[in-house]
């Protein structure tokens, strides 16, 4: 009969050294001797899943409270290898303690938020950028402008839900299919979603991949740009098709007046938060630094420009408050941020890192992939690997930030292993998990795409080009052997593993 050791062993025969050192570990008891069985790690890992996915999309359960009964439902497991409290507290605190300073960025892009607001960015990229709408590049211009405002806001739901709605309104009167009109608003929304360094998705990824904010950036630019430009392509040919000389300037007039009415939009001054913001990162400032200048700058731009009241405008960095122009979506859209407003995601990461401790400190994850793992022979298949799980969690459980920071525990010690940078293994979980979310019709971005948009998600899927073409380029990449950062010195086009 095959022992668990002598099965480790046989698995980790043809590894490369850092693989097999890894699944040794898994041979080398533990000082207080206590590895789960294969069994016994999927069912603790099994009852996460199917709790979380239960809970939520069967009974309506608040996440929160289903990462309350996933971590106990761990600790249950972890006691009855004979784990004490003290060491499971131990493990959930370090893991929180490693993601501290990505916590500290959380609760400043809530203030980045609130302040450009109050400062009239946000209102300036709005009020001009509609002014660029033309009915044979109605298509073009609207993915750039969602891609333009999720930037600049870190919002996909933001987004939707004000430029959204606009463009649908203006498809409708050009004849354009809604579907294909949602479809572009998707593609632009999720665009900055991904890549804005004031989203959250974009900062949990980095957090729970143990990368730095702006390195996790610059390696989503390998593949995120390639797969936006081949989907700004398709409508742009797809545009052409639907010329129409119908008068859509009614909406844009309403919209741009009562941003005017609202603001005072001199673009060389309320747009310098956002220059601001954008010359430190590029000159790779501290994350931390970089908002809190912007957040003093924008601040100050409300008050003396803007005319705010200098209490309301620093109330506004804890809570910010709706706008007043009459126009529902609008006002919403001018109310985000605040510190408040990054609560529900920020709570959720610690329950998250709290359970990511226990699962990956009582090696539960370790025992689950020790053969699957090692059984990917190539680069290009560990990136697809990882980008199906991402989804495959999205499909579970509804939720794309639960997938990011499961899917970063899972695959951080084969990246590590292999020589991937954590940036990488960032970089692909956001192309499993934040780009395939509103793609899904039960996920809370589905749902919400669909109830602001008017289009089910299954008839604005096929274009939503972006959101699956980024899978497609990252994992053609990857089997190149291209835009793999530091481990690209030493691959070769084939990319193998070992």
Known sequence: MTTKSEENRRLAAGATDPERAAVTALDQ???????????????CFTGVIAAIAGGLIGFGISLHALMFLCIVWTCLHAVSLGYHYKELR?????????ALPAI??????????????QAGTIATLMYFGLAWLSPSLFLAIGMILCALMSVATGTSWGTVGTLGVVFIGLGEALGIPLPIVAGMVVC???FGDKLSPISDTTNLAAMSAGTD?????????????????????????IGFSYQSSAPVTAE???LRKALAAEY??????????????????????????????????????????QGADAIAALNALWQNTPGTTGIENLDSLLGRGGITSMSWTLLLALFALALGGLLHGARFLDVILAGLLLRLRHIGALIATTIASGFVGNLAMGEAYISIILNCQLFKSKYESVGLEPAILSRTVEEGSTMTTGLIPWTTAGAFYTATLGVPVLDYLPYAFFNY?????????????IGLLGYRKAASNAAPIA
């Open 29 to 43: 008891t533990p000082a207080n001797g206590r590895l789960p069985s294969l069994p016994q790690a999927l069912i």
């Open 90 to 98: 131990e493990m959930m605190s370090g893991a929180i303690s490693r």
């Open 104 to 117: 500290y960025i959380f609760i400043l892009i809530g203030m980045v938020i609130a302040s450009f607001m």
């Open 188 to 190: 632009g929304a999720t």
């Open 213 to 237: 904010l702006y390195r996790h950036i610059y390696s989503m630019l390998f593949t995120t740009v390639p797969a936006f430009l081949i989907a700004l392509v398709l409508f742009l040919f």
């Open 252 to 254: 844009i007039d309403t």
């Open 264 to 305: 005072s939009l001199q673009p060389l001054i309320t747009l310098l938060p956002l220059i601001t913001l954008a010359v430190l990162s590029a000159r790779r400032v501290g994350a931390e630094v970089t908002m809190s200048a912007s957040v003093l700058l924008a601040t100050l731009i409300a008050v003396v420009y």
């Open 469 to 481: 073409l980024n899978a497609v380029v990252a994992i053609a990449m990857a089997t190149l052997g």
